[in-house]
């Protein structure tokens, strides 16, 4: 692995946006535990309960910018969680690039998806984060995905914020249609709750929505991006009844299409979409902050390859895989679209029910053929796989900042 110069540490970043996958190893900047450590801090609300986010701060006094991300679905995360949200790729890359990051939990909406407490709890956050020494209040930025994408969007209606980032946002929440009278089933509720809303949003956006919905955008005040894929059911309110609605209002707002990316694209998704997120949202970020973030020293930064798609599409072939050999293999992705048809609750064709069989036959071929394998065998198998560890050196050399923490990687053997 080699060292970033601060000075080519963007520049890098752009240019590796461009790789196609298999063309290079896409990397992000890892920045140690020592250089900018993840606290966790607690902010106490007046109903008695405290509203909880990890952050990590570059080094230096600042003022920085801040940046504060929003995660999805309904519930409230555990804070390890959130501190690796913080250490992963998206995460790294803001924190490398000179913003405070932070990312926060609130409370659970399970039970009533139209309750403010988690708005409560995050506009709660954001005033603590502006009252620190080290930020510049004027320079807070919101990123949010899926039900964090709502909450970012009604943020840049009830605070001042420099810019806000909604990925997919769950505006099924923003517009009042994922009510208890709409969704199916009983508490606590999940997306899958609403999947019948995101099926045929606009007979459930009615005239009292609408009216609600204009004035909740009447009142934002920040610049909006929304970057969205074309996989997620979520996508056709958001293009059919919320950017429409937006764009008619005159808000100041861009939209980035990513094709072929995920609901998880921002973070998590195929590596080369979720650096063309970074470099969008940090462009789009810049030209709105005041305070402009300034690249981490290289010392600090230890370039590290990106492999969470590689392992997606691992799981993938290891739950549809052929338990037979010979047998043919389900494509995976036509098997999501036929599983995620049935839960929306409409009808399959005979075809497509007779493809549901031969996939659930296959899985449960897998699964057994997975049982009768020699316990441990699969550990085993994956520790000979794993590379060397690498070797802490506690004492940085000479002339590096006081802050470094450097690991030193075993030369490749010449066997």
């Known amino acids: 692995m080699k060292h970033l110069s601060p000075s080519t540490f963007v520049v890098l970043s752009l240019l590796t946006a461009s790789l196609a996958s298999g063309q290079g190893a896409i990397t992000f900047p890892q920045v140690s535990e020592a250089a900018a450590p993840c606290q966790t801090v607690e902010v106490p609300?007046?109903?008695?309960?405290?509203?909880?986010?990890?952050?990590?701060k570059p080094p230096g006094e600042g003022p920085f910018p801040v940046l504060i991300h929003l995660h999805g679905g309904l519930g409230s995360r555990q804070t390890q969680k959130l501190a690796n949200s913080l250490r992963g790729p998206t995460g790294s890359r803001f924190l490398a690039a000179g913003y405070v990051t932070a990312a926060a939990t609130f409370r659970s909406r399970s039970?009533?998806?139209?309750?403010?407490?988690?708005?409560?709890?995050?506009?709660?956050?954001?005033?603590?984060l502006k009252r620190l020494p080290e930020v510049d209040p004027k320079s807070v930025v919101v990123w949010g995905d899926s039900g964090g994408g709502s909450l970012a969007l009604e943020l840049a209606g009830e605070t001042d914020l420099a810019a806000a980032v909604a990925c997919e946002p769950a505006t099924v929440l923003f517009t009042g249609m994922f009510s208890t009278d709409n969704l199916k089933g009983a508490p606590p509720y999940s997306a899958k709750s609403g999947m019948n809303i995101m099926a045929d949003p606009r007979s459930f956006y009615t005239p009292e929505l609408k009216t609600r919905t204009r004035e909740k955008i009447a009142r934002m005040r920040c610049p909006v991006l929304i970057a969205h894929g074309d996989q997620h059911p979520i996508n056709k309110i958001n293009n059919e009844v919320f950017v429409p609605e937006m764009k008619e209002m005159g808000k100041d707002l861009a939209v980035i299409l990513y094709p072929g990316g995920g609901h998880s694209l921002s973070h998590a998704g195929k590596p080369e979409i979720t650096l063309k997120f970074f470099?969008?949202?940090?462009?789009?970020?810049?030209?709105?902050?005041?305070?402009?973030?300034?690249?981490?020293?290289?010392?600090?930064?230890?370039?590290?390859?990106?492999n969470n798609e590689a392992k997606r599409?691992?799981?993938?072939?290891?739950?549809?895989?052929p338990a037979i050999e010979g047998e043919t293999q389900p494509d995976t992705a036509r098997a999501r679209q036929i599983f995620q048809k049935q839960r929306s609750g409409e009808k399959l064709s005979s075809a497509e029910e007779d493809e549901l069989l031969r996939i659930r036959e296959s899985m449960t071929k897998e699964r057994a053929q997975k049982k009768s394998e020699p316990r441990g065998?699969?550990?085993?198998?994956?520790?000979?796989?794993?590379?060397p560890v690498p070797e802490r050196i506690d004492s940085p050399p000479p002339n590096a900042p006081a802050e470094t923490c450097l690991w030193n990687f075993p030369a490749p053997s010449n066997a």
């Not at 065998?377 to 590379?387: D, F, G, L």
């Open 279 to 306: 470099n969008d949202t940090h462009a789009f970020f810049k030209k709105h902050l005041k305070a402009q973030p300034a690249p981490m020293p290289a010392a600090l930064l230890i370039e590290a390859p990106v």
């Open 111 to 128: 039970h009533n998806p139209l309750t403010r407490d988690a708005l409560e709890d995050c506009l709660a956050i954001i005033a603590h």
């Open 313 to 321: 599409e691992t799981r993938g072939r290891e739950q549809l895989s």
């Open 45 to 56: 609300m007046p109903e008695g309960h405290q509203a909880t986010f990890v952050m990590r």
């Open 377 to 387: 065998e699969k550990k085993r198998e994956r520790a000979r796989q794993i590379p």
